[in-house]
C-alpha cells in the first residue's frame, strides 16, 4: 500500500485469509481488505461484502465490532464519500456511488438526498442539462415530500428558463412549483423567473 499497490496488497491479504483462516491476525487481515476496497479501489460491493464476512466468521473480534457500526452507517459513509470524491472530480465514482445508494438503500432517509445530488452533478459537473433534468424529476416522483422536492422542481424551471432556454416548459415548472409549494422559501425567486422569463439582461431591474 506504501508503495501504491493496491491490487497486490488485496492479492496478499486474500492469500492470507485463504491459507490461515483462523490465525489471530486474520480478523485484522479481512478488515484492512475492507478499508482498501472501500477507500483505495472505491468498490462499495466488496467492501461490504468483507464487511459482513468480518462479522459473521470473526464475531467475538474488535473488528467485527467496528464493523458492525460501518455496516448500520454505511449509507451515511457513501453519502460523505461522494462529496469527497467530487472535490477530488472523480465525477464518475462519485455517481457510481449515489446509484449504489439509490438501488440498496431505497427506504434510507438519505436518498432522496442522495437522488438529488445526482441531478447536481449532472447539472454543474458535467453539464449535462437534460440528464440533471431527468434526475431531478425523479426525486419529485420518488421522494415527493422530502426537503428536496421543492429544490428538485425548482432546478428543473431554472434549467428550462436560464440553461435551454424553453419558456413555455419553464413556466409550467414554475407554475407547478408555486402551486404545489406557495410558501416556499423560493416561492418569491420563481415569481421574479416567471415575471422575466423570456427577457434579456437589460430588461431586468
Known sequence: LKNNQDELAVKDLEKLLQDYPNDSLASHALYKLSTIYLNWQNDLSSGFKALNKLVKNYPESKQAKQAKVEIEEFPEYILNKTESLRKKEMVKEAIDHLMYLTKNYSENY???????????????DLRDFNTAIQEYRKVI????????????????????????????????EYEEFLDKFPKHELSPSVKFEIEYLGKSVDEIP
Open 110 to 124: 438519505l436518498v432522496s438526498k442522495a437522488q438529488y445530488m445526482l441531478g447536481d452533478i449532472y447539472m454543474n
Open 141 to 172: 416522483e420518488n421522494h415527493g415530500g422530502s426537503v428536496q422536492e421543492p429544490h428538485a422542481l425548482f432546478m428543473i424551471g431554472y434549467i428550462y428558463a436560464n440553461v435551454l432556454n424553453d419558456t413555455k416548459s419553464a413556466k409550467i
